[in-house]
C-alpha cells in the first residue's frame, strides 16, 4: 500500500517534469526551436572567435581551452594517443595506481617526441570480472571487457569527430591488449570507405616490459636482477620488478613508498639494493626513454605503410 501511494504521488511530478522539457523546446519547433538554433549559432561564432589570451605549453587533451585545441588542430596536432592503464593489485610496495602513472609519464615523453601529438584523457580502469563474490580488500574497480572495448570504440569514434587524423591505443597492461585491438579494428572497419581518411592502430610495442626492458637491464646494464626475463615475478615473489619500481620513481617516490621502505630496509626488489633514489630515478629515465623510442619506432613503421598525403 505504501509503494502504491508513493508512486502515485510521483506520477504528477514526472508528468510536470517531462512536460516542462517539451517546453524547453528539446525536440519541438516553434519559438523554441528558432531559440536553440540561434543559441546554437551563437555559440558556434563564439568557438571560432581569435583567441585573446596566450594558450598554456601542453600534451594533455583535457588541459587545452577549446579555442587553443582548435587552433593547435589547424597548426596540424592531428595525432592523438589513447593510453589506457588499470587500477590492480600490485603486492605491499606499489600503488594500485602503477600502470596510470607510467601512462601519465610515458604520454607526455612520446607526444613531445613525436611532435604535434596529444594526450586523450586516460583510461585508468582495465577490463576484469567481479564475480559473485565478495573479497573484501581486492584490488580495483575494473570493468567488464564489452564495457572497456565499447568505451575504446567510442573515444576513438569522438577523437575522429573532433578532427584527429591518427589515433593510436597504447596500452601499460597486458590484459587491455585485446580490446584495444579489438577496438582499433572495429573502427577501421567502420570507416574503410570514408573520404576522409583517419587511421586507428593500436600499438602492440608500447608494452614492452618482457620483451625490450628486462633484456635491456640484465644484459645491457648488467644488473643481475632476479627474475627471469619474460615473466613478472622475480624473486622477491612480488608482482614488481626494478625497471616498474625505476620509471614509478621518476614519476612519484611516494607511489613506489620508497621512503617508508628505506626506513625498514626494504628498499630493493629481486636481490637488487637501492642505491638512493637518485639512482633509481637515473635508472627511470633511462627505462623511460628505451620505452618511448621502442614505441616511437613502430609508430614510425606503421605511418611508412600508409598513403602519401
Given at each position: 500500500m505504501k509503494r502504491m501511494l508513493v508512486a502515485l504521488l510521483t506520477m504528477p511530478l514526472l508528468a510536470a517534469s517531462?512536460?516542462?522539457q517539451a517546453g524547453a523546446g528539446g525536440a519541438g519547433g516553434?519559438?523554441?526551436?528558432?531559440?536553440?538554433?540561434?543559441?546554437?549559432?551563437?555559440?558556434?561564432?563564439?568557438?571560432?572567435?581569435?583567441?585573446?589570451?596566450?594558450?598554456?605549453?601542453?600534451v594533455w587533451l583535457e588541459e587545452l581551452t577549446q579555442p587553443e585545441f582548435r587552433d593547435m588542430l589547424k597548426d596540424g596536432y592531428t595525432t592523438v594517443l589513447i593510453m589506457t592503464g588499470g587500477v590492480e593489485n600490485n603486492d605491499g610496495n606499489l600503488s594500485m595506481n602503477k600502470h596510470n602513472i607510467n601512462n601519465r609519464l610515458h604520454g607526455e615523453l612520446l607526444a613531445r617526441k613525436m611532435g604535434k601529438t596529444l594526450?586523450?584523457?586516460?583510461?585508468?580502469?582495465?577490463?576484469?570480472?567481479?564475480?559473485?563474490?565478495?573479497?573484501?580488500?581486492?584490488?580495483g574497480p575494473?570493468?567488464?571487457?564489452?564495457?572497456f572495448i565499447s568505451l575504446l570504440y567510442d573515444m576513438g569514434n569522438y577523437l575522429r569527430s573532433?578532427?584527429?587524423?591518427?589515433?593510436?591505443?597504447?596500452?601499460?597492461?597486458?590484459?587491455?591488449?585485446?580490446?584495444?585491438?579489438?577496438?582499433?579494428?572495429?573502427?577501421?572497419?567502420?570507416?574503410?570507405?570514408?573520404?576522409?581518411?583517419?587511421?586507428?592502430?593500436?600499438?602492440?610495442?608500447?608494452?614492452?616490459?618482457?620483451?625490450?626492458?628486462?633484456?635491456?637491464?640484465?644484459?645491457?646494464?648488467?644488473i643481475p636482477e632476479g627474475i627471469k626475463i619474460g615473466a613478472s615475478t622475480g624473486t622477491s615473489g612480488l608482482h614488481e620488478e626494478l625497471s616498474i619500481d625505476a620509471t614509478l620513481a621518476l614519476a612519484d617516490p611516494v607511489s613506489i613508498r620508497y621512503e617508508q621502505r628505506k626506513k625498514v630496509g626494504q628498499d630493493e626488489i629481486n636481490g637488487i639494493k637501492f642505491q638512493s633514489l637518485a639512482w633509481l630515478q637515473d635508472l627511470g629515465r633511462k627505462i623511460a626513454d628505451l620505452r618511448v623510442k621502442t614505441t616511437l619506432d613502430a609508430i614510425n613503421a606503421y605511418r611508412a605503410t600508409l598513403p602519401k598525403p
Open positions: 517531462a512536460s516542462a516553434g519559438a523554441g526551436g528558432a531559440g536553440n538554433a540561434q543559441a546554437a549559432a551563437a555559440r558556434a561564432a563564439a568557438a571560432n572567435k581569435p583567441r585573446t589570451i596566450e594558450g598554456i605549453n601542453t594526450v586523450a584523457p586516460l583510461v585508468t580502469l582495465e577490463p576484469g570480472n567481479a564475480g559473485n563474490t565478495i573479497q573484501p580488500g581486492r584490488a575494473m570493468i567488464s571487457q564489452a564495457t573532433m578532427g584527429f587524423k591518427e589515433i593510436y591505443y597504447l596500452g601499460d597492461s597486458g590484459g587491455n591488449m585485446r580490446g584495444q585491438q579489438a577496438a582499433a579494428d572495429s573502427l577501421t572497419k567502420v570507416y574503410a570507405d570514408s573520404p576522409d581518411r583517419v587511421y586507428f592502430k593500436h600499438i602492440a610495442e608500447y608494452y614492452n616490459h618482457t620483451s625490450v626492458v628486462q633484456p635491456y637491464i640484465q644484459n645491457e646494464l648488467k
